[in-house]
């Protein structure tokens, strides 16, 4: 769903492992990736599993928090964050001020969220709740089914429309 084009420069919220890194550098050619994860340990691993392509200069490593971060000029043409929690049950009102300012004017945020005692349902409606706290609108809600879980990727824009969805 990510889908990067070989130019693209992308922003991976809480990246842990580096297992996401991997995948988009693989489709990018001098696009660029940075990830963030809180925990410098996670951190040390991505960078250890992705030196290749850090080595090449199309991923960079970060421990910090994104409400914290401070990318200078970079802007990012999609960020995305998979299972961080801040988006599905807390308030990422400072995270949606950062991003609304580092991804470019079509830019895009993807999040992804899974539980699996929770439906897609249950799942979109917090995240598209908090992101229309922080006038964010929705472009698009996809599930996809995976063992027992309904995994959602909420895609959303800086911005609102009337009724807080895109198009």
């Known amino acids: 769903m990510i889908a990067p084009q070989p130019s693209d420069w992308l922003l991976e ?13 693989e489709k990018l050619a001098d696009g660029r990736i940075v990830a963030i994860d809180r925990s410098a340990k996670m951190i040390a691993a991505a960078k250890q599993r992705n030196a290749s392509y850090v080595a090449a200069g199309r991923a960079d490593f970060e421990a910090i928090e994104l409400a914290r971060a401070d990318f200078g000029d970079a802007r990012f043409d999609a960020a ?4 961080v929690c801040v988006f599905a049950r807390g308030d990422p009102s400072r995270e949606l001020a950062v991003l609304a ?4 004017p079509d830019g895009r945020l993807l999040i992804f969220d899974d539980e699996p005692s929770g439906s897609a349902e249950d799942i979109s409606s917090r995240i598209e709740a908090r992101l229309a ?12 089914r995976v063992d027992r879980s309904d995994v959602v990727c909420v895609i959303a824009r800086p911005g609102q429309s009337e009724n807080g969805r895109l198009g």
């Not at 919220?13 to 550098?25: L, N, P, Q, Y």
């Not at 300012?101 to 470019?104: A, E, R």
């Open 101 to 104: 300012q580092v991804l470019k």
């Open 133 to 144: 706290d922080s006038r964010w609108s929705v472009a698009n809600v996809r599930t996809h």
């Open 80 to 83: 995305f964050a998979i299972r």
């Open 13 to 25: 919220i809480g990246c842990g492992h580096g297992v996401a890194v991997t995948g988009v550098c």
